[in-house]
């Protein structure tokens, strides 16, 4: 018998190092076999290279995941919107900007503190891939659109996979009930992982709303 410490053991999370793993996560809990890439010549790759991103950007959308969050200050446009707000700034694209999150002109911030323009309307707005605001300083947190796995935690590695099954069960499987217990996999998974990254770090106050939530 050889001396020394056992090799450690790793999980299947600890060694995920791209969309293709999360994609073969997807399908083995569906019962297929693996892929080797999104663009060979098969069903399953076929259908997980038209729905991959998707999946990812809505996955992302639907919580403030820790890993995804960036921060960044907006430059001010030269074009001042038609009417409603004094100034327009462009929306990040790298990391391209999904959600915003909260918003600060430098001094306070909404929305924590409630922020409120003249008219009593909200400090800022979304249309389109702009901001809308009367405000002359915008700084934004934001959820970006991450496109390197290995800066996903563990939750959202699992909780993007069972969306992944979810969305393809159906036309891998043929089978409602494949995709009814996927869809409970999925919200199960999004329930426990929403818990464990909110409680992460010191406690804060995130309101979402109308008016923070990205629209394309």
Sequence with gaps: ERGGSPPPLFTWRELMTSTVDIANYALNSLGASNISSFEENSKP?????QRFDSVRDNVFRAHPWNCLIRRTELAKETEAPTFGYSNQFALPTSPYCLRVLEFSN???S???DNMKNNTGGPVFVI???KLLSDEGTAKIKYVARVTDPQEYDANLIDVLAASLAFEIGYAITGSNGVKQMMAAEYSDKLKQARFVDATEGAPQRLE???FIESRF
């Design 208 to 210: 979402a709303s109308d």
């Design 110 to 112: 909404y929305p924590q």
């Design 106 to 108: 430098g001094s306070m």
């Design 45 to 49: 790759a076929r259908l997980i290279n």
């Design 127 to 129: 249309e389109g891939r």
